[in-house]
């Protein structure tokens, strides 16, 4: 009944006055409508064993490339300058503990350091070979936060060609300020990322983390997964600071010690706002050796331009990654289908497209299917180092990571976009379509910084994931079974396709998504940050 109502919908706006216009000066009165047809054929097919996973410098992923341009072709996309790919470089890194002779001096002796036992390090620039010779200086959380009341642990002190010691996490919420930092919520400032991020600004030759448990809410041995395996990176644009790399609680205390420092004392300032770096009587020297393999990866896009003579030079970007995590391992089923971790995105995205390229709004508006947000959100940093389209021109991103494969709700979860004003134009399209904004819960995991919308966002642009509900209007307890049990599937190699998944919930969601992106594409002027985020003033800042 609804696919009747809804193509009944289309086929009307299509013969409507209001359509036929469209393309010259006004604007469709209503909404282009999602079909379930497409985005089930796509989901299948993109899901399907035949796709090898859509690994990143795997076949499957390759053939993802080809389908997607193919598709936006079909779609009536149009190429952005002559071209629907955009080359993601990316590199593979293995750091060579054994080739390398990598050591630390501290208070003038040699201090013993064991690989993976004591510390990882490799390369953050995608670089094969490194000759080190730095001095260590701790800089607390290694923060620079503007709108934390002017918080910087570096104090302009200047650590051009200096390795960085630094904490995870960032500082606690204290009697008198229990809102700093995002009280209990994890900042962007306390992520490992942020900290090398922030040690090149800086011009750093490197930064060693700190860990503990209890500040990087993991364990030791997650960190020793990632850095003795292969570790991807962009190999174009802003790439990271030569040497990254971490330290146990154990290593660090013996470091500091060593160079007669007390780590705790130290710690204990750094929660503080006047902390002052402290050089170390310490120093990092050697030969650090890696393999780099490099893979070329491709975003692939297309647009439908904007009506109106003016506001088309400005941008709605959707996104959704196409890739997953390929073939691995020697199982009896070796195939990382990813169907609902995105082939869901992107199949939402195509179908989303279809119905788009026919109804342009007043500006215009990407379709944007990134590789490699499995690696580490790669495809969409690259375009943020790179973008197609000019960010201060963009006036907002919706992201689409994981599609609800259950049924339709009564809610939307629309987490982040509360920080800028998409936030008012989100509740508004929900009303309109008869449902309501999920809670928004406080951000414990720093659930906003792990999908590609925040490439965007921390380049400036307004932007967050439009995420399934929770509130099923069919069978909610059955329904809500079917949703926790996807847990257990969650990249393994179990996140397969059934064809006889109820699609309504992922239709809604897509049409959720473009609906919004009209309200933003049609509207008089483009959403802002809320004042005091902490991204806006990147926003601010490239504006000028
Ligand atoms: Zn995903």
Redesign the pocket.
């Known amino acids: 009944m609804q696919k009747l109502i809804a193509s009944v919908a289309c086929s009307l706006l299509a013969l409507s006055p209001a359509f036929a216009s469209a393309a010259s000066t006004s604007t469709p009165t209503s909404n282009p409508i999602v079909q379930e047809a497409p985005l089930r054929g796509h989901l299948s097919f993109l899901s399907n064993d035949a796709m090898e996973g859509r690994g990143t410098g795997q076949r499957g992923g390759n053939l993802t490339v080809v389908y997607l341009e193919a598709q936006a072709i079909a779609a009536g996309l149009k190429p952005v300058n002559g071209n629907y790919r955009q080359p993601v470089s990316i590199a593979g890194v293995v750091a060579l503990p054994k080739e390398s002779s990598l050591a630390i001096q501290a208070g003038g002796a040699a201090l013993p350091m064991q690989w993976s036992t004591d510390w990882v390090w490799g390369p953050g620039d995608a670089q094969a070979d490194h000759t080190i010779h730095s001095e260590l200086v701790f800089v607390g959380y290694g923060i620079t936060a503007p709108e934390e009341g002017g918080w910087d642990d570096y104090k302009g002190l200047d650590v051009k060609g200096k390795v960085l010691v630094m904490m995870v996490n960032d500082p606690a919420p204290t009697a008198e300020e229990p809102n700093r930092f995002g009280g209990l919520g994890l900042t962007y400032y306390g992520r490992w990322t942020y900290k090398f991020e922030e040690a090149m600004r800086h011009g750093a030759a490197g930064a060693l983390l700190i860990h503990t448990d209890k500040s990087a809410a993991y364990g030791w041995s997650v960190v020793q997964n990632s850095w003795l395996n292969e570790r991807f990176q962009l190999s174009k644009g802003k790439v990271g600071t030569g040497l990254q790399g971490w330290l146990t609680d154990a290593a660090a205390r013996k470091l500091f010690t060593a160079a007669g420092q007390d780590l705790d004392a130290l710690r204990a300032k750094a929660e503080r706002k006047d902390f002052k770096p402290v050089a170390l009587n310490a120093s990092i020297g050697g030969e650090m050796k890696a393999t780099v393999r490099h893979i070329d990866q491709f975003n692939v896009a297309g647009i439908v331009p904007g009506t109106d003579p003016k506001l088309k030079d400005e941008l709605v970007v959707y996104t959704a ?1 196409w890739d ?1 995590l390929g073939m691995q391992g020697t199982g009896a089923d070796t195939i990382y289908n ?1 169907a609902v ?2 082939a869901s ?1 992107t199949a939402g995205l195509l179908a989303m497209a279809q119905v788009a390229s026919r109804a342009p709004a007043k500006r215009t508006q990407m379709f944007l299917w990134v590789a490699a ?2 690696q580490g959100l790669l495809g969409s940093q690259a375009y943020a180092e790179a973008p197609l389209w000019p960010l201060d021109k963009t006036a907002a991103n919706l992201n689409l ?2 599609l609800n494969f259950v049924t339709a709700t009564r809610d939307i979860n629309t987490q982040g976009s509360e920080r800028t004003e998409l936030g008012k134009l989100a509740a508004e399209t929900a009303e309109a379509m008869g449902m309501r904004i999920a809670e928004v819960k406080p951000d414990l995991s720093g659930g906003y910084f792990r ?2 919308h925040f490439n965007f966002a921390k380049a400036g642009v307004p932007a967050f994931s439009v995420s399934g509900g929770r509130d099923y209007i069919k069978d909610p307890e059955g329904s809500k079974k079917k949703q926790e049990a996807y847990r257990a599937r969650y990249h393994q190699v179990t996140d397969e396709y059934d064809p006889n998944w109820d699609l309504s919930g992922m239709v809604q969601q897509a049409q959720f998504t473009l609906n919004l992106g009209y309200r933003v594409a049609n509207g008089n002027k483009m959403p802002e940050w809320k004042s005091g985020d902490a991204f806006g003033r990147y926003h601010q800042s490239s504006a000028k």
């Open positions: 990654h997953h990813g971790d995105n995105g947000e499995e990571d994981s999908s590609d």
